[in-house]
């Protein structure tokens, strides 16, 4: 998210010459990143299918259904409203965070291994190739020091806001495609081929709204601000990019406008569409201390800090007291740079921004409004959550670090190791730890084992008891583990069932359902007779559906009693009792 007007350095012969060693430089470094994926991811890999994030195990099951249904790309599924969920009337694919392109591209690890598999690649790769790609740019695109380079790439990829959000929040994650991005308008500031870096800058906004559709906003908002801002502190420097840069994202925008017109018709318009965000701004703002302090997933942290926080998934602006002395002390150092200036105002404009519609300092309310009440009722703008705009400030300050870095290194006084040793000692108790697992049951094997084609054909309707909901989405796990081949009644998934059509999470329940929900939640039988018969009918009949079936579950007994009475008795087969309907 980054970007500078200023002309590239000229690659001398002694840095040619030098090709195979920085070669082997930049090797190391992505080589780091992946380890240090691998350590933080660590939990998840000796089992990855009975193992499951610690902090956020639903959206995990969510993440892993999603997965499943992108690789049915490859089946000639390209169906932007799925009815493989909330069966018959479906999910706007778009509408959720469905991490489609993330499924398309790890679609032979999810057909060969399973969703699981590839959820615990997604988050190891999210996090490594994040920092592997703005590595890269800082080091070849901008052409800065490696040690800068190294320490940018390190805090774009771990940062304690990337760490919280791997907690199964992989689409804010997926952000391997945004340095690439970057790049482009890095070639068009420079004149380099703006028609042809147009087209791949088009493309690319298309890939990155399928991989995750937040981060190409939260770019945009960026790269805009940054724009701005130059032109003010800058403008000399911005004046004359302005026609290739223009001529670029002209072509862009006009090639993203015909990949992207349906698609963002379907998600705004389209069957199963919201009019409004979900959840309410003044809850997932930023904690004004929450700036100075370490979160859990950090080497200095701990789970007191949470408090600081909407909860331990939205930890985006825990940046440290250190880090943010460094912050100014490079800002300082470094103030003769238009970029910086630029940064510097992009940056307060993002961090006021995340403290949403009223101040909030060590968990009391100030009533004090904050900026991001300009923004309320904003179409599409105001379904944002502020603290996530602090995800703007990471590549923000990885990029003052590595320039920082960069300059330091030539200088020959004593700055060079006051700011290079500063900014070490900055990002130290920022290294990340291990995210928490827990334990999950395995997958009957009914579903595991294709056991579910005795019941229900491939593209038909499978009733899982108990029928999953947003704040039991289990049984998903048993349609990911046939590869989404089948459809699901309800869901966890947001869809147009609020009030007036707005948005709502997951669906009311059918009759039938509301009472196995009952059964499930409290272990009571109810009194079934020929009118509980009827309406069970009625409502197979609305899903379409081909069986039920009833798996391990809480009152398990209490349940098949249950389903025995309104469907008849049920057939064991392959661990899971059976209803043909």
Same mark, same amino acid.
Not at 61 to 85: I, K, Y
């Given at each position: 998210m980054t970007t500078t007007c200023q002309p590239e350095p000229a690659t001398t012969p002694r840095q040619a010459g030098r090709f195979g060693r920085t070669a082997r430089l930049d090797a190391g470094a992505m080589l780091a990143y992946l380890a240090i994926a691998a350590f933080v991811t660590a939990g998840l890999w000796p089992s990855p299918g009975t193992r499951a994030l610690a902090v956020n195990p639903a959206d995990q099951?969510?993440?892993?259904?999603?997965?499943?249904?992108?690789?049915?790309?490859?089946?000639?599924?390209? &169906?932007? #409203? /799925?009815?493989?969920?909330n069966s018959p009337e479906g999910i706007n694919l778009l509408a959720n965070a469905t991490n489609l392109l993330s499924g398309i591209v790890l679609a032979p690890v999810t057909f060969l291994f399973g969703a699981p598999v590839s959820f615990a690649v997604l988050v190891a790769a999210n996090l490594a190739g994040t920092a592997s790609g703005w590595y890269l740019l800082f080091a070849r695109g901008f052409r800065l020091h490696r040690a800068g380079a190294a320490a940018g790439g390190l805090f774009c990829g771990f940062a304690p806001a990337m760490l919280s959000q791997s907690n199964s929040h992989l689409h804010i994650t997926a952000q391997i495609l945004i340095p690439l991005i970057v790049y482009c308008v890095l070639r068009l500031t420079r004149a380099q081929t703006p028609v042809r870096t147009g087209v791949a800058l088009g493309l690319l906004i298309a890939l990155q709204l399928f991989a995750g559709e937040e981060v190409l906003f939260l770019t945009a908002l960026t790269l805009a601000l940054l724009t701005l801002s130059y032109a003010v502190v800058g403008w000399q420097q911005l004046r004359a990019a302005l026609r290739p840069l223009g001529i670029g994202l002209g072509v862009a925008a006009g090639l993203a406008i015909v990949l992207l017109g349906y698609p963002l018709w379907v998600q705004f318009a389209g069957r199963q569409s919201v009019p409004?965000?979900?959840? +309410? +701004? /003044?809850?997932? /703002?930023?904690?004004?201390?929450?700036?100075?302090?370490? &979160?859990?997933?950090?080497?200095?942290?701990?789970?007191? /800090? #949470?408090?600081?926080? +909407?909860?331990a998934t939205e930890m985006n602006t825990f940046l440290g007291w250190p880090l943010l002395l460094v912050v100014a002390a490079c800002t300082g150092y470094l103030f003769q740079s238009a970029y910086v200036r630029a940064a510097l105002v992009t940056g307060l404009i993002a961090a006021g921004l995340s403290f949403g519609p009223e101040i909030v300092v060590g968990g009391e309310r100030t009533g004090v409004a904050g900026p991001y009440v300009l923004l309320e009722g904003l179409p599409v703008v105001d379904g944002a959550l502020p603290s996530r705009f602090a995800l703007i400030l990471v590549p923000l300050i990885a990029g003052l670090l590595a320039l920082t870095v960069h300059e330091a290194m030539q200088a020959a006084d004593l700055s060079r190791y006051v700011m290079t040793g500063g900014i070490a000692l900055a990002l130290v108790p920022l290294l990340p730890v291990q995210l928490g697992t827990v334990s999950r049951p395995e997958v009957p094997g009914f579903f595991s084992a294709g056991h579910w084609e005795k019941c229900v054909r491939p593209g038909g309707v499978l009733v899982p008891v108990p029928l999953p909901t947003p704040a039991a989405p289990e049984p998903l796990r048993w349609a990911t583990a046939a590869n989404v081949a089948f459809g699901v009644p309800e869901g966890f998934f947001i869809g147009p069932y609020g009030a007036e059509g707005r948005a709502a999470m997951g669906v009311y329940s059918q009759p039938t359902a509301a009472l196995l929900h009952e059964v499930h939640q409290k272990g009571t039988v109810p009194v079934i007779g020929p009118p509980e018969r009827e309406q069970a009918q009625r409502d197979a009949r609305y899903w379409n559906a081909s069986c039920i079936t009833l798996g391990p579950s809480t009152f398990h007994d209490e349940l098949k009693l249950t389903l025995d009475g309104l469907y008849g008795q049920g057939e064991r087969i392959a661990g899971v009792w059976v209803w043909r309907v």
């Open positions: 099951t969510l993440t892993e259904w999603f997965l499943a249904q992108g690789a049915r790309f490859w089946t000639g599924d390209l &169906s932007l #409203v /799925s009815d493989r969920m409004n965000g979900l959840f +309410p +701004p /003044s809850y997932f /703002s930023a904690d004004l201390a929450s700036y100075l302090a370490y &979160s859990p997933y950090s080497l200095a942290g701990s789970e007191e /800090s #949470v408090r600081l926080a +909407p909860n």
